[in-house]
């Protein structure tokens, strides 16, 4: 019996489960007795405590953790939300009920909203339960202690949770909800703790023993002594890989293929390094300023573009401006309703729109540059036409950044890779984007996530095209999807002519290995066979038999 989900990563672990304590019970709708005065004190005192330890578990994480909590505290002092606080108290709710009735609405309007922010709900919901707990002297709701290391089952865990988890503990984890963006699987994959979302899970029981298989996105009950050698015999060959020497990435053949990190905060530049990470292939800028109403200054970003690059002398740093739109809105730029905002103005289109931001940027990038020995490349991302490109690279050329390249994410852009790539100095495929933008369908959506495969042939041949024409060209075919992070897929990407592969850091190692097994003639072979399937399941056992058949 198993249950199935969506795997984030590919590690695999086995352990007892352990729910997460539930959250507290609605609040009733009953009036205390206490008057309107001093239940809104008890709301703002308990929602300054509740902010106080957030803060307090942000300064002691770093990275996405310590915004993810940063980003909780900030709701609880949000003005809309202490107004409506108000509000209820004032119509005879206590603390507890005005604080439900007030993040309601609020989880209620992001949810409506759809995408990243929908995903961002479940903080919501979160921080509500914390202030409710906080007010009837609960535990605040958070991870079990069963006094042994456990595989943690929740419904939605709260990112304040996975921030925090001790990895000691914490073997796997098990979400009946969330999709492959939400917070939970970003942190996740940060950490490179085994992790399934989404699962179909509910009937787990207390403290039975279960295999977590990330790879494939199964929850095995009951598992048979077969299961759990197999499952030995997995975790061994992961641990194996991670303790393999660290080396640049290359082929059995010895060519030459870097992998690079993909990053977005300068945080995580130390644990990339350690890891083995070649340079960066993709740095998302619009991560550091996804709260901001208004652009940042050329000073901050000096100051992070600096910290970023210092990190990486002599190597390379592929900083990708502003990808603004869909998923990731930023108030300063476009940030109008749309529709179909994946469709809309987003990347390099909202950056034309709004020109000086752009200017600043590459103007900011150009002067840390100068202040460091990074070898620094920029590109554009979402980039549909040859105009663009070019449009682009003059841009950043000018502004004194010699290396300037685009994303490939849309169809239109692989079809005339030839021309755009002629346009300018690299190119760079995006496959989370690519995939989304050639099966249409929407990379956020938990529906459709079967047709968000990047294995899907009709995805392979773009990429196909766009090495060729780089090859043809004699420019760089970079890597820097989500895709890049599955090895096998890896060798495909690079028999379809990717020159370098960009990855969440800890997908390093598991790429790194499968690489030195293929030469670059039977990267081709895999990549072929990938290419010959029908589907994105059949190239994958495809690809996988080439394999086994040499
Ligand atoms: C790397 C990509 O960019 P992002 O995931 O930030 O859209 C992509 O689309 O593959
Ligand atoms: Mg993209």
Not at 351 to 358: C, F, W
Not at 400 to 415: H, I, K, N, S
Request: glycine content about 10%; hydrophobic content about 50%; aromatic content about 4%.
């Amino acid at each position: 019996m198993e249950f199935i989900g969506i795997g984030v990563g590919r590690g695999i672990a086995v352990g007892q489960v352990a729910w997460m304590a539930p959250p507290p019970a609605e609040p009733s709708t009953a009036a205390s007795g206490r008057g309107p005065e001093r239940e809104l004190e008890r709301a703002q005192t308990a929602a300054a405590e509740v902010a106080r330890e957030l803060r307090r578990r942000a300064d002691a994480v770093e990275g996405t953790a310590a915004e993810v909590l940063g980003a909780q505290a900030l709701m609880l002092e949000d003005p809309a939300v202490h107004g409506s606080v108000a509000e209820h108290v004032a119509r005879g709710a206590t603390a507890e009920r005005a604080v439900f009735e007030a993040f309601a609405a609020y989880r209620e309007l992001l949810t409506g909203m759809g995408g990243y922010l929908a995903e961002r709900a479940a903080d919501l919901a979160d921080v509500a339960n914390r202030v409710i707990a906080e007010l009837s002297g609960a535990a605040a709701p958070g991870v079990p202690d069963p006094g042994h290391p456990f595989v943690l089952v929740a419904n939605d865990l709260a990112p304040a949770d996975t921030a925090t988890l001790d990895l000691d503990r914490v073997l796997a984890v098990v979400t009946l909800e969330g999709g492959p963006t939400s917070h939970t699987a970003i942190l996740a994959r940060e950490k490179s703790l085994v992790a399934i979302v989404g699962a179909d899970a509910s009937g787990l029981v207390e403290g039975e023993t279960v295999i977590v298989d990330a790879a494939n996105g199964r929850i095995v009950r009951d598992p048979s002594d077969d299961d759990l050698a197999a499952a030995a015999a997995r975790q061994a060959e992961l641990a194996a890989e991670a303790m393999a020497p660290i080396a640049p990435g290359r082929l059995a053949d010895g060519t030459s293929v870097p992998l690079l990190a993909n990053l977005g905060d300068p945080a995580g530049a130390e644990e990339a390094v350690r890891l083995g990470a070649e340079g960066v292939g993709l740095f998302r800028t619009e991560f550091l300023f996804l709260g901001s109403e208004t652009a940042p200054t050329g000073a901050v970003q000096e100051e992070a573009y600096e910290r970023l690059l210092a990190a990486f002398p002599e190597r390379k740093v592929v900083v990708r401006v502003l990808d603004a739109g869909a998923d990731k809105p930023l108030a300063f730029l476009g940030g109008k309703h749309e529709e179909n905002p994946a469709l809309g103005l987003r990347g390099i289109r909202a950056l034309r729109r709004t020109e000086p931001v752009l200017r600043e940027q590459l103007r900011a990038l150009a002067a840390a540059a100068s202040r460091t020995y990074a070898r620094v490349e920029v590109m554009a991302p979402m980039v549909a036409t040859v105009e663009e490109a070019a449009w682009f690279a003059e841009a950043a050329h000018g502004a004194g950044l010699p290396v300037a390249g685009v994303m490939v994410e849309v169809p239109a852009a692989a079809l005339l890779a030839d021309r755009l790539l002629a346009a300018v100095d690299f190119a760079s495929i995006g496959t989370n984007d690519l995939t989304q933008y050639t099966m249409a369908a929407d990379r956020l959506l938990g529906d459709v996530a079967e047709l968000q495969d990047p294995w899907h042939p009709a995805v392979l041949r773009l990429v196909g095209a766009v090495g060729d024409a780089g090859a043809a060209l004699g420019k760089p075919v970079g890597i820097c999807g989500e895709a890049a992070a599955d090895p096998l897929l890896a060798v495909v990407l690079v028999g379809l002519g990717a020159t370098s592969l960009s990855m969440s850091p800890s997908a390093l190692a598991g790429v790194r290995a499968e690489l030195l097994r293929h030469s670059a003639v039977q990267a081709r072979a895999v990549a072929e066979a990938a290419l010959g399937a029908d589907g994105a399941a059949s190239a994958r056992s495809a690809a996988a038999e080439a394999v086994a058949l040499r």
